[in-house]
């Protein structure tokens, strides 16, 4: 097999079109959720109105239902924009979606005890994760703000 330190050139033109195909594939993917997520505010809308109209507990867990899952799909948006600006997945963005889903399923599933334990104890470590893991996320994102302020001005 050839060294691909022999062929520099090749292998920039390699690692160039991976990268845009890459960042191709995110952008179509923004695209899907940014539309899932237009359709989910349309469909909670309908279901606050709904519940407006007859407010039971089942109408206000679809209506908190649909609300989380917005905001699972605002992360995943969120995500997706700062691999796009970064060139790399910020984990702070995953954690918060993972968080988010769980405490979902917390509030809107019939849970038995096991269930509810066991889910808990995942909204712990996800939150102990992003507590560390999100450092450097942070720092990731101060960078990125401050290169966005300097490109304005």
């Known amino acids: 097999m050839a060294d691909m330190d ?7 033109f390699l690692v160039k ?7 191709a594939i995110y952008i179509l993917i923004a695209a899907l959720l940014i539309i899932t997520a237009l359709i989910g505010t349309l469909e909670t809308l309908k279901m606050i109105s709904l519940a407006l109209e007859n407010p039971t507990q089942a109408a206000l867990t679809n209506v908190l239902q649909g609300i989380l899952l917005i905001i699972v799909i605002a992360t995943l948006i969120d995500m997706v924009q700062s691999y796009v600006r970064a060139g790399r ?10 968080v988010t889903t769980m405490v979902r399923r917390l509030l809107v599933t019939d849970l038995t005890f096991v269930d509810i334990v066991g889910t808990t104890i995942v909204i712990l470590g996800l939150t102990v994760a992003m507590i560390y893991l999100g450092r450097e996320d942070r720092n990731v994102a101060s960078f990125l703000s401050e290169s966005g302020d300097k490109k304005e001005t």
Do not use: E
């Not at 022999?6 to 920039?12: E, H, K, N, V």
């Not at 079109?17 to 960042?23: F, K």
């Open 6 to 12: 022999m062929f520099p050139r090749t292998q920039r």
């Open 17 to 23: 079109g991976c990268s845009l195909v890459t960042i």
């Open 89 to 98: 997945v910020l984990v702070r963005p995953i954690l918060i979606a993972g």
